[in-house]
């Protein structure tokens, strides 16, 4: 058995029902049952309590912690992890609280944390419910549960605050990654790590930012060219654009940079002479764009492996075997970045130049509207080989010049 599909995992926990997230092996190697506050229930808090076993914490973002007035726990620094422990409480005695630890008042607790007319008044504290706090920026911060917690409410619409409780075996030890994917099974439960939260955010949110621009004449035409910054991943894009014509449906180029190629003029590939023919193209028609995506080297395995597999292929592997026998897929690349700069200039309905389909795909998951246009690859001695591996394993749609 293996992780549950993200989306189905956040179906779920939309109707408000647990999950299991575990995180890192080489961070805690833990799983944690999880759901959302605002629909907690005595029955899933017992369930908590007796199948999780752990600590029932509520995961909450410091807005919330504000708002109630709560305060850290004293530390002493030396939790590796540094988990954010806030005052534990308990809904006051007018709510019908009394000690506050069974499941029908823990839950009680809980609810009450999410209600927004809820003030400081309306809790004890120390109580038997412990507020851990997220950080701001969620899982891009910190890759913890309580982070994950906070990621899945706002990802599903609830408010920011999720039961959470590590969980243990019957014999007292934690439940590593088979016991928790058995447990799963058993309770027909969606188990999800932190690692696919954190991708879906990723690759779903725009962290790329405009940072600059100038004019920028060349050998094939004056362009503007701006240039982007990625905030997460910290890589920057430089864009070439036009519009002298704006009358013109825009041409797109989406060109992978590749240092050998486009720099070097090197004749194992075709991606200068791909940069060059589509620069002109974009001239000619007066209304385009090209975008220069960065760490996309050797399709996106960086400048030194793509050396390597140069070598391996020297030795007698395809482009798409060198990279594989490196340990990486045979395309490492994604388009996203690309993607939020078309929709910077605004650019929904194009022509793409390109002979690779998942270039299009990627475009058209994406909402916008697409048409493959190709300029025909230059044959050389060299690139032959790669151009023909490139058609006949991963049906690149290359019109060859002789
Ligand atoms: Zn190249």
């Known amino acids: 058995m293996k992780f549950t599909d993200l989306h189905i995992a956040l179906e779920t926990f939309k109707k408000g029902n ?13 799983g944690d049952i999880i759901f959302p506050a605002d629909c907690s229930t005595p ?15 509520i995961a909450i973002d410091i807005a919330t912690a504000e708002r109630l007035d709560l305060k850290p726990l004293r530390t002493n620094q030396q939790d590796q992890f540094h988990t954010a422990f806030y005052d534990p409480i308990d809904a006051a005695a007018k709510h019908g609280i009394t000690t506050g630890i069974s499941a029908h008042e823990r839950s009680a607790t809980a609810k009450i944390v999410t209600d927004t007319n809820a003030t400081p008044n309306d809790f004890i504290k120390p109580g038997h419910l412990f507020p851990v706090v997220a950080k701001e920026r969620g899982l891009l911060e910190r890759e913890g549960h309580t982070e994950a917690s906070i990621d899945l409410c706002k990802m599903t619409g609830h408010y920011p605050a999720a039961i959470i409780c590590e969980m243990m075996q019957e014999d007292g030890t934690m439940m590593r990654r088979e016991e928790l994917l058995d447990f799963a099974q058993k309770h027909a439960m969606p188990i999800i790590s932190i690692q696919q939260i954190l991708d879906h955010r990723i690759l779903t949110e ?3 930012e405009h940072i600059s621009q ?31 014509n704006s009358s013109k ?21 075709d991606c200068r002479d791909q940069l060059e023919k589509s620069m002109k193209r974009i001239q000619e028609n007066g209304n385009g764009l090209l975008i220069y995506v960065k760490g996309h080297e050797g399709r996106g395995i960086g400048i030194s492996n793509k050396i390597a597999a140069y070598a391996l292929q020297e030795d007698g592997l395809n ?26 200039f605004d650019i929904v309905d194009f022509d793409l130049i390109t002979n690779n389909s998942d270039k299009l795909n990627t475009v058209l998951k994406n909402g916008l509207s697409a048409n493959i246009t190709q300029v025909n690859s230059q ?3 060299y690139n032959e ?8 394993i991963t049906k690149h749609q290359i019109i060859l010049e002789q």
């Open 214 to 244: 100038a004019q920028l004449p060349t050998k094939f035409g004056d362009f503007t060219i701006h240039a982007f910054k990625n905030n997460f991943s910290n890589i920057e894009h430089v864009a070439l654009f036009k519009n002298s």
């Open 379 to 381: 044959v050389t001695g």
């Open 385 to 392: 080989r790669y151009l023909k591996d490139k058609i006949n």
């Open 249 to 269: 449906k825009p041409i797109v180029r989406i060109h992978s940079e590749c240092i050998t190629g486009d720099v070097m003029s090197s004749l194992r590939c």
């Open 206 to 208: 725009n962290h790329v």
């Open 319 to 344: 482009t798409f075997e060198a990279n594989e026998k490196l340990g990486f897929p045979r395309d490492n690349r994604n388009y996203q970045d690309a993607i939020w700069i078309l929709k910077y």
């Open 43 to 57: 029955e899933k808090v017992n369930f908590c309590a007796t199948k999780g076993r752990g600590l029932i914490c």
């Open 18 to 30: 647990p999950l299991i997230v575990v995180d890192a092996l080489s961070r805690e190697n833990e």
